[in-house]
């Protein structure tokens, strides 16, 4: 069956160091996979996905991943985190077409920002 | 645009009494879905509608029934709400539901069951 893993349910990072979110996936063949932000109170929102072609994604606000097949990981990159991006950060695969379009999300990864 | 709005943004209800959740979506999104969060669970999948007068069930549809009259809009209808519907309710919609779409999410409505 397809499932999202996020290994890390919190994290905590200083401001301006790097961050690295986890994910891993289970899927039949090879997934459309998506990263979503979702700030306190507030829907979700794309930060990047992945298709097809190079395997380091660029999304917004400065946020990265990369796609590794072997290891079936979709791992979310930033080099200097802000303490606006505290904020409940989720993976998902999908969409699966035989059940009606569902995206597949992880749990999600919570990040706090220390100053 | 405003992209998909959800009304309301709060609500508490008691035990057996019926709401309807609004959402609504200037893109002339073909696709519409709704999900519900809950704590460690991550987004599932309530109903969806591929198009104006077509829904079908997502992966938790008890309870909760749903109708596309619009292309715009997409409530979703507690019949007889319950403590375990305590939950954040999303709206999300793309273009199709076809891998290239992505899909865009409302504000949420928080819901709390007494």
């Known amino acids: 069956a397809q499932s999202v893993t996020q290994p890390d349910i919190h994290i905590t990072v200083s401001e301006g160091a790097s961050l690295e979110l986890r994910c891993n996936y289970s899927y039949g063949a090879t997934p459309y996979l998506f990263w979503y932000v979702q700030s306190p109170g507030q829907g979700l929102q794309l930060l990047l996905k992945?298709?097809?072609?190079?395997?380091l994604v660029q999304g917004i606000k400065g946020f990265e991943a990369e796609f590794k097949r072997s290891q079936s990981s979709f791992n979310l990159r930033k080099p200097s985190v802000h303490w606006s991006d505290a904020a409940e950060y989720f993976c998902?695969?999908?969409?699966?077409?035989?059940?009606?379009?569902?995206?597949?999300f992880g749990q999600g990864t919570e990040l706090s920002v220390k100053p | 645009n405003a992209g998909v709005t959800q009304t309301p943004k709060f609500q508490v209800l008691k035990t057996g009494q019926s709401m309807t959740l609004q959402c609504a979506q200037d893109?002339?999104?073909?696709?519409m879905s709704w999900y519900r969060q809950d704590p460690g669970m991550g987004l599932r999948l309530i109903h969806y509608?591929?198009?104006?007068?077509?829904?079908d069930q997502g992966e938790v549809p008890n309870g909760y029934n749903v109708s596309r009259s619009t292309t715009e809009d997409f409530p979703l209808r507690l019949l007889s709400a319950a403590p375990s519907q305590t939950s954040v309710y999303f709206c999300?919609?793309?273009?199709?539901?076809?891998?290239?779409?992505?899909?865009?999410f409302g504000p949420g409505t928080r819901l709390t069951v007494l």
């Open positions: 509608s591929v198009g104006a007068g077509i829904t």
């Open positions: 998902a695969v999908g969409p699966l077409y035989n059940q009606g379009g569902k995206l597949i």
């Open positions: 999300a919609s793309s273009l199709t539901s076809g891998g290239a779409d992505t899909q865009y």
């Open positions: 992945y298709f097809s072609g190079d395997t």
């Open positions: 893109m002339n999104h073909e696709y």
